[in-house]
C-alpha cells in the first residue's frame, strides 16, 4: 500500500457471542490485495485487538468452491500469527452477510481451513474445520518456567490433564486448574511468560477447568501478542479439542462446550466438536458486526 493509497475499509466483528460486548473482537479486511506486511501490522495495532483477519481473494476455488476461497493472513498487535480461531469465525461471519451463507475455503499459513457458515433461525453460526492436530510433552524445566511465570504452585493442577503442548493450526500450552478459584485468580509475570513462549513457540497459554464431563472453563495469556489475555480463543479450542481426545478425557464423539471472557467480563461460548475416524476438530460460534 503505497502512502497515497486509499486505506481499506475495516470491518469489526466478535467471534463466540451474540452481542457484541462478548465473545473476542477481530477487524476484518475482506480484501488485503494492496497492503504489505507492514501495512497489515498497523492496521492489527491500531485496531489493538487480539488479532485482526487479512483476506485476499483467491481466482481459483479450493475443494470446488470457486469464489468462496481466501487467503487468509492474521496478524496480532505485535506479530503474525499462523492462524487465529475467533478472527476466522469473525472473517465468515463478515462474508456471509455480504455473499450469503454456505461453504467457505481459508488458505492459511498452517494449511486449508474450511468453513461452514449457517443460519440457525435468527443468528449466523461459522463452524471452522482444524488442520490436522498434534500433541507433544513440554519437559520439566520448560512446564516449572511456565508455573514459576503464572504464579501457579504445581499443587493447584488438576492431575487428570497431564500438561502438554497441543498444535491444531497453533501451538498452546494446556495446564488444567484443580479448582475455579485457581483459574479465576490469574496474575502472571507478563515479561517471562513471553520470553519463555517465544522460546517454545506457543501462541497463548490454554489454561482450564473442567465443570461436568464436557463443559470447562478456560482463559488464553496471550503476552506473545502483546496482549494480557485473549478473551475467546478459537485455535486454542481446536488444539484443546484433540487433547482431550488423546487422553480419552471425552467420548470419541464429543461435543464440548468451553465458556471463556468471563473473567474479563466478556463472556463467549466455543462449540467443540469431535468425529470418530476423523483426527480434525471442528470450532464453532455465533459473532455479530460491532458498530
Known amino acids: 500500500m503505497t502512502t497515497n493509497a486509499p486505506r481499506p ?9 451474540s452481542t457484541p460486548d462478548g465473545g473476542n473482537p477481530a477487524g476484518v479486511v475482506l480484501d488485503a490485495t494492496a497492503l504489505d506486511d507492514s501495512d497489515m501490522l498497523a492496521i492489527a495495532a491500531e485496531l489493538g485487538y487480539s488479532e485482526s483477519a487479512f483476506l485476499t481473494p483467491s481466482p481459483e476455488g479450493v475443494g470446488g468452491q470457486e469464489g468462496r476461497t481466501y487467503a487468509v493472513r492474521y496478524f496480532s498487535p505485535k506479530a503474525e500469527v499462523p492462524f487465529c480461531g475467533h478472527a476466522t469465525v469473525a472473517a465468515a461471519l463478515a462474508l456471509a452477510e455480504r455473499i450469503g451463507p454456505g461453504e467457505l475455503v481459508f488458505s492459511t499459513r498452517a494449511g486449508v ?5 449457517a443460519q440457525e433461525g435468527g443468528t449466523i453460526r461459522a463452524t471452522l474445520t482444524s488442520v490436522e ?3 507433544e510433552e513440554i519437559a520439566g524445566a520448560d512446564l516449572t518456567e511456565a508455573l514459576a511465570a503464572l504464579d501457579w504452585p504445581s499443587a493447584d493442577l488438576d492431575p487428570a490433564f497431564p500438561p502438554r503442548i497441543a498444535f491444531a493450526g497453533a501451538r498452546h500450552l494446556v495446564l488444567a486448574a484443580a479448582t475455579r478459584a485457581r483459574l479465576a485468580d490469574l496474575a502472571y509475570d507478563f515479561a517471562r511468560l513471553e520470553t519463555l513462549m517465544h522460546r517454545l513457540d506457543l501462541t497463548t497459554i490454554q489454561l482450564v477447568w473442567r465443570e461436568a464431563a464436557t463443559v470447562f472453563h478456560v482463559r488464553d495469556p496471550f503476552p506473545v501478542g502483546g496482549v494480557v489475555e485473549d478473551p475467546a480463543t478459537g485455535a486454542a479450542a481446536a488444539a484443546f479439542g484433540a487433547y482431550v481426545r488423546e487422553f480419552a478425557l471425552v467420548p470419541e464423539d464429543a461435543v464440548l462446550t468451553l465458556h471463556q471472557g468471563e473473567d474479563l467480563g466478556r463472556p463467549g461460548r466455543l462449540t467443540v466438536t469431535l468425529r470418530p475416524g476423523d483426527p480434525r476438530v471442528r470450532v464453532s460460534g455465533t459473532g455479530t458486526r460491532i458498530h
Open 9 to 17: 475499509d475495516v470491518v469489526r466483528y466478535t467471534a463466540f457471542s
Open 113 to 117: 481451513v474450511p468453513v461452514e457458515v
Open 133 to 135: 492436530p498434534c500433541i
